[in-house]
C-alpha cells in the first residue's frame, strides 16, 4: 500500500458483525474502490449505544474509552450504519463533557467518523459505482442517520449510478420503523404496530427490494415483512453499491 | 386526575386493541403531519423564527423571577389579582375560594391543560359547583367523563358515532330522533347547549397560552371563540397558567404566535386570539369585574435549575405528539397522565416523579422526529435519555433487562472475551437456523418471534472471516 492513501478503518458495527459480514466486506470494496486503505482493528466490538440509550453512562464510557483508543491512528473511521456512527459523533462528547483530556480525544474521533455512504459523496467525492442490480426499490431512512447526521442525499445520489436499478420514494421513508434498539423487545407491541405501518406503506409501494444502512431497522423490516410471506427483499445499501449480492437478503433462505 | 402512567404496558394494549382510537390516530396523522409542513414550506423564514422562539424563551428562563414580578406588578396596576401557588392543592384551594367568595354555582371554562394538570373540575364538582366545559372537545370528554387524550385536540379519540351517543344521553330532554349524523349538527347542538350555560355562569376559568409582563395581559389562542365569552361574560374571570407562561413583552409573544399555530394545527393564527388586561374599565362596555391570574409552580421550580430546564420553553403545541409514530400507535390515554406524547414522557416525570413514570421515558425509539418540528427546538430524544440516566442511577430498570446489558458491557470492554463469545453464538445460532435464513421462535427474543421472524446470522463472524483472510 501506499503511503499518500487516505488511512481508512472500518468500524464493522456490531450487528454487521455478527449478523451480516457482507455488509463489512462490501464496504470495503466500496472504499478500496475509491482508493483509501482500510484496516479493520482488531480490538473492536460495540459502540456502546445499547448500554448508553438504556441509561447506563458509566459503562457506556468505559466501552466509549476503548473506541476511542482502538481507532486514534486514522485519518478516517467508517461505520456502515448512520446509529453507530451518530453515537459516536453525537454522544461521545457528550459523555465525556467536564472530563479532561478524553473530552478532546472524543471530539477528535467525532471530526473523523463517518456513515459509510455519507464518507463515500462527502469526503471521496465518488459518483459512480460498481454495482449492477436489476429491481424496483425503495430507500428506508434510518432514524438516527437522518437526523443526527444529516445523511438523506447521499445514498440515493450513489443508487442513482447503479446500473438496472430503478429507485422510488415510499412514503415511510422517514418515519421510525419501530427498531428503536431494545425498545422492540421492552415495547414489542408498539414496536410491532410502527413496523405494521411501515410494511403497509412498503406493501403498497409496489416495490421489490427494501434498502437501508443500518442493520438494525433492516432486520426489523425484514423480519415482519418474512412474517408476513412478503416477497419484497432487505438489503444493506453497501452490498448493492458494491455489487455484492451473492448472498441471500436478509431473512431469505439459503439455496 | 389519576395517574396511571405505571400500568402504561396494559395501557397500551388496550389502545393497540381498539379500533376505533385507531382509526382516529391516522386521520390525526394524516390531518396535522400535512397542515404543519404545508405551513412551514409556505414561510422561508419558519426556521428563523424557531430560533428566535427558541431564544425568547431561554431568555424567559434565564429572568424568570424578573418577569414574573414585573407581571404581577403591571397586572395589580390594572386592577388584576395575582395569586402565587406553589402546588396543585394550593392552586385548586385558591380557586374555589375565589368561586365561593363569588357565590358561583356553576364556572364556565375554557381550553386550559393547567385545569387539568391540577384536576380543578373534580374539585369544583366535590364542593357544590358545577364546572361546564365550553371547548367542544373538551366538553365531549366531560360528558364521556375520561381525560384529554391531546394537549390540543383533546378529544381526537373519540369517534363522531360517539360523541352523538353521549349527546343523546346527556341531552336527555331534546328529542331522541334527532338526527346526530353530521359534525354540523353536533356542532350545533353543543353551541345551543353552550349558549345558555355561559350566561349562568358567575366564573370563567381561561388557561393562557402567554402572559405578557410588559402589559399585565394574558393571551388565549381558540378555534371556537368559546374562550371569549368563557372570560367576558361571567362577572369573574379566573386565568390558569403556570410560570413559565411568561413573556417580556407583546412583541415577544406574536413572535411566538407566529411558530405556535403553524407547528399546531399548521393556521397561520388560530381564529380567535384574544388579550385580557386586567377588569372590565369604566369606559368598557363589558368584561369581568374581577380578573385573577394564578400563577402555578407545581414543580417548575425544580425543572428549572435541573438538566431538564430546557423542557419549560414548551409552548403546547402538540406538534410532537403528532408527529411521534408511538403517540401514533397507542394515543394519548396510554400515557397515563395529564401529558401525553414526547413533551408528556419529558414533562410527567419532572411534576409527578420517576417512580410511577418510568416507561414513559424508556417507550420512545429516540427517532428524532419530536426534535425536528419543536417549534422551540427542544432536545427532546436528549432529554429523554437523561431521564433514562436518572432511571438507571436510581435501580429503576427491569433486572432482566439490567442483566442482559451488564453482560453486553462486560463483553464489550474485553475484545479477545468478546471475540471467542460472539464467535460461538454466531456459529450456534447460523447451525441452529438450518439455512432458513431466519428464526420464527428464539428463546430469549420472545417478544421480537411473537410477531416478527428473526434474520439469521450469515456464518461466521466479520472479524473472524477478516482474520482468516489477513493470515493468508
Known amino acids: 500500500m501506499s503511503s499518500g492513501q487516505t488511512k481508512v478503518a472500518l468500524f464493522v458495527t456490531c450487528l454487521v458483525d455478527l449478523f451480516r459480514p457482507s455488509v463489512g466486506f462490501a464496504a470495503v470494496k466500496l472504499m478500496e474502490g475509491a482508493g483509501c486503505n482500510v484496516s479493520v482493528p482488531d480490538a473492536q466490538t460495540c459502540c456502546g449505544q445499547p448500554t448508553y440509550n438504556s441509561g447506563d453512562r458509566k459503562n457506556s464510557a468505559q466501552i466509549a474509552r476503548q473506541v476511542i483508543q482502538t481507532f486514534e491512528r486514522y485519518d478516517y473511521v467508517v461505520a456502515p450504519s448512520g446509529s453507530c456512527a451518530g453515537m459516536i459523533k453525537e454522544h461521545y462528547p457528550r459523555l465525556f463533557e467536564g472530563v479532561p483530556n478524553w473530552h478532546e480525544k472524543s471530539l477528535n474521533l467525532a471530526s473523523r467518523i463517518y456513515e459509510l455512504t455519507s464518507f463515500l459523496v462527502d469526503v471521496l467525492g465518488v459518483t459512480d459505482v460498481s454495482g449492477t442490480y436489476a429491481a424496483k426499490t425503495t430507500y428506508h431512512d434510518s432514524c438516527s442517520g437522518l437526523r443526527e447526521l444529516g ?8 443508487l442513482a449510478g447503479v446500473k438496472g436499478l430503478k429507485t422510488e420514494e415510499y412514503d415511510g421513508a422517514e418515519t421510525c420503523c419501530g427498531f428503536g434498539g431494545t425498545f422492540c423487545i421492552k415495547y414489542s407491541e408498539i414496536s410491532d404496530k410502527m413496523t405494521t405501518n411501515r410494511i403497509d406503506q412498503l406493501t403498497s409501494s409496489g416495490v421489490e427490494m427494501l434498502l437501508g444502512g443500518d442493520l438494525g431497522c433492516l432486520m426489523n423490516l425484514a423480519g415482519k415483512l418474512k412474517r408476513e410471506g412478503s416477497l419484497i427483499q432487505v438489503r444493506h445499501v453497501a452490498e448493492i453499491l458494491a455489487g455484492m449480492t451473492d448472498r441471500p437478503a436478509i431473512g431469505e433462505e439459503t439455496n | 386526575m389519576q395517574v396511571t402512567s405505571s400500568s402504561f404496558k396494559e395501557n397500551t394494549r388496550d389502545a393497540l386493541l381498539n379500533p376505533t382510537l385507531q382509526n382516529s390516530l391516522k386521520r390525526l396523522h394524516t390531518g396535522f403531519v400535512s397542515s404543519r409542513a404545508r405551513a412551514a414550506a409556505r414561510m422561508p423564514e419558519f426556521e428563523l423564527l424557531r430560533d428566535q422562539a427558541r431564544d425568547i424563551k431561554d431568555h424567559v428562563l434565564a429572568h424568570l423571577d424578573i418577569y414574573l414580578e414585573k407581571f404581577e406588578l403591571v397586572c395589580r396596576a390594572h386592577g388584576g389579582h395575582v395569586h402565587w401557588c406553589r ?28 385545569g387539568e394538570e391540577i384536576a380543578i373540575n373534580d374539585h369544583l364538582e366535590a364542593n357544590g359547583i358545577e364546572p361546564i366545559e365550553t371547548d367542544l372537545g373538551e366538553y365531549i370528554i366531560q360528558l364521556r367523563n375520561e381525560p384529554p387524550s391531546h394537549i390540543i385536540a383533546p378529544a381526537t379519540h373519540v369517534s363522531k358515532e360517539q360523541v352523538a351517543d353521549a349527546f343523546r344521553l346527556t341531552h336527555s330532554d331534546l328529542d331522541p330522533a334527532r338526527n346526530l349524523d353530521e359534525p354540523d349538527y353536533i356542532l350545533a347542538e353543543a353551541r345551543a347547549m353552550l349558549r345558555n350555560r355561559y350566561l349562568e355562569a358567575d366564573v370563567g376559568i381561561t388557561g393562557a397560552n402567554f402572559l405578557v409582563a410588559e402589559t399585565g395581559t394574558s393571551i388565549i389562542v381558540t378555534n371556537e371563540g368559546n374562550g371569549d365569552l368563557t372570560q367576558t361574560l361571567p362577572r369573574v374571570h379566573i386565568v390558569l397558567a403556570s410560570i413559565e407562561k411568561i413573556v417580556p413583552t407583546l412583541l415577544d409573544a406574536t413572535a ?3 411558530v405556535l399555530a403553524r407547528s399546531a394545527t399548521g393556521q397561520e393564527m388560530s381564529s380567535y386570539t384574544t388579550f385580557s388586561t386586567g377588569p372590565k374599565r369604566e369606559t368598557d362596555v363589558d368584561g369581568p369585574s374581577e380578573y385573577h391570574v394564578i400563577l402555578l409552580d407545581n414543580g417548575r421550580s425544580n425543572l428549572l435549575n435541573s438538566e431538564f430546564k430546557e423542557m419549560l420553553r414548551c409552548i403546547r403545541c402538540g406538534a410532537c405528539l403528532n408527529h411521534c409514530p408511538v403517540y401514533g400507535a397507542i394515543g394519548g390515554h396510554a400515557y397515563g397522565w395529564v401529558y401525553p406524547g414526547p413533551m408528556g414522557s419529558v414533562l410527567s416525570p419532572g411534576l409527578i416523579g420517576l417512580q410511577n413514570t418510568k416507561h414513559l421515558p424508556q417507550a420512545s425509539t429516540l427517532c428524532g422526529k419530536c426534535e425536528e418540528v419543536c417549534p422551540v427546538r427542544i432536545p427532546l430524544p436528549q432529554l429523554l435519555r437523561s431521564w433514562r440516566f436518572l432511571i438507571h442511577e436510581q435501580g429503576l430498570t427491569e433486572r432482566k433487562f439490567n442483566w442482559g446489558f451488564t453482560i453486553w458491557a462486560h463483553l464489550a470492554k474485553r475484545p479477545k472475551l468478546y471475540k471467542h463469545v460472539v464467535g460461538w453464538l454466531v456459529r450456534i445460532l447460523a447451525l441452529v437456523a438450518l439455512n432458513k435464513g431466519r428464526y420464527k421462535y428464539l428463546p430469549g427474543l420472545k417478544a421480537w418471534t ?15 472471516q477478516w482474520r482468516e483472510n489477513v493470515d493468508v
Not at chain 2, 411473537?450 to 473472524?464: E, L
Open chain 2, 87 to 114: 402546588d396543585e392543592n394550593h392552586a385548586k384551594d385558591t380557586v374555589l375560594d375565589i368561586c365561593r367568595k363569588a357565590n358561583a354555582k356553576t364556572v364556565t371554562k375554557g381550553k386550559t391543560m393547567i
Open chain 2, 256 to 258: 411566538l404566535l407566529r
Open chain 2, 450 to 464: 411473537q410477531t416478527r421472524d428473526f434474520p439469521a446470522p450469515q456464518g461466521k463472524t466479520f472479524m473472524q
Open chain 1, 151 to 158: 445523511i438523506k442525499e447521499q445514498p440515493r445520489k450513489l
